[in-house]
Each structure stands twice: as structure tokens, then as C-alpha cells.
């Protein structure tokens, strides 16, 4: 019988909080942005990567994305806008942290930034309910990058094959697995219940 993972890591957008950078910005671009490259901006573009890696402010992040995509609007309204695409812990997410945590090592592994992760940590709590919190913008470092899993490896000293990794980007499920993590792509609450109870973890 296959061992159980010691480790649960989890993102956050779009796992355990509800977060929608995509519709809201192919509406912003005026059709110019498809949804698969809407979702891909945030994995991929230069200024996100500053941004949420703690490398740029969030004005000069506005700028940036503004000329980017040649958006028509100012960066104090795009930033006004952003703000909005993260509506705090999607149903359920609570609950199920509480239920594992006595079980398991719990994990997050995000790519944020300062505007998004202050009103979650803050407000809504959820650093507490992890024992360890590993945030882009903090540790300088986003996934895909192989870079985010291995910093994430050595600072909780365990090893990849006892870790199970949840996360809503293939791309980031691509690199976990490679790098030995038994990864899932999943959409919010219920997508990781499925999973742990398949695994007889839940």
C-alpha cells in the first residue's frame, strides 16, 4: 500500500481563494486577449514577474502592464480594478484546512503580490492556517520556476516524493511532478476534495 503524503502544499487563486485575473482582463484588452492568454499573461509577463517576485512597486507594476497591453485606462483605475479580482477564501477552503491540519504538514506556495496577500494575511487570516506560508513577492521567486518548489523543498526539509501539491496552472503541475511531487491540477474546494478522497486522505 502506496504511503500517504506527510505534506499537503496549496495554491491559492483559484484552489482556496476566488481570484479571476482572466475574464476581467480580456474585458480590459477589448477582445484583444483570448482566455488561454489572459491565463498565460499571469505566468508569463514581464511585469507580473517583477511584481508578484517583489522586484517593482504597484504603481510602476500599473505602468507596466498598462503598455504592455495597451490598455485604455489610467494606472490608479487598473489598480483599483486588480485589487477586486481577489474576493477573499473561496467556500469551504476554511473548513478543510481545519480538517487536515492535525493530519498533515500544511503548505501554501502562491505567486502574489502585496495587494492581494495583505487583505488575505490580515484580514482573513490564512497565514494561520498553515505552517508554513511561501508568497512570490516575498521570496522573490514564482512558479513554474523550478526555483519556487526547491525553495520550498529545503525550507520544510522534506523531501519531494512526501509532499502532495494541488495547484489550478498545468504548468506548475508539470514541474512539481517532474521534480517528484504528486501533483494535481484542480479548481477550487470540491476539485480538491475529489482528490483526497481518492487518495483515502479525506
Known amino acids: 500500500m502506496r504511503k500517504l503524503p506527510e505534506v499537503i502544499l496549496f495554491d491559492l487563486g483559484g484552489v482556496l481563494v476566488d481570484w479571476d485575473g482572466i475574464e476581467p482582463l480580456k474585458k480590459l484588452s477589448e477582445g484583444r486577449l483570448t482566455t ?3 491565463r498565460r499573461f499571469w505566468l508569463e509577463s514581464p511585469w507580473v514577474n517583477k511584481f508578484e517576485t517583489g522586484r517593482c512597486r504597484p504603481h510602476e507594476f500599473a505602468v507596466g502592464v498598462i503598455e504592455e497591453l495597451n490598455l485604455s ?8 480594478q486588480f485589487v477586486s479580482w481577489d474576493r477573499g477564501l473561496l ?4 473548513e478543510l484546512l481545519k480538517g487536515l491540519r492535525s493530519r498533515f504538514l500544511l503548505v501554501c506556495l502562491s505567486n502574489n503580490n502585496e495587494l492581494h496577500w495583505t487583505p488575505l494575511r490580515d484580514m482573513a ?18 512558479k513554474p520556476n523550478e526555483e519556487a518548489f526547491l525553495y520550498v523543498l529545503k525550507k520544510i526539509g522534506k523531501e519531494a516524493e512526501e509532499i502532495l501539491f494541488f495547484d489550478d496552472n498545468q504548468e506548475c503541475i508539470e514541474t512539481a511532478s ?6 494535481f491540477c484542480v479548481s477550487g474546494v470540491a476539485g ?7 487518495l483515502g486522505m479525506k
Open 178 to 183: 517532474r521534480l517528484g511531487l504528486s501533483a
Open 36 to 38: 488561454e492568454m489572459a
Open 125 to 142: 487570516g490564512l497565514d494561520q492556517m498553515f505552517d508554513y506560508c511561501f508568497i512570490s513577492h516575498e521570496i522573490g521567486v514564482m
Open 192 to 198: 480538491m476534495e475529489s482528490v483526497l478522497q481518492n
Open 73 to 80: 485606462l489610467e494606472p490608479d483605475e487598473f489598480l483599483e
Open 91 to 94: 467556500p469551504g477552503a476554511l
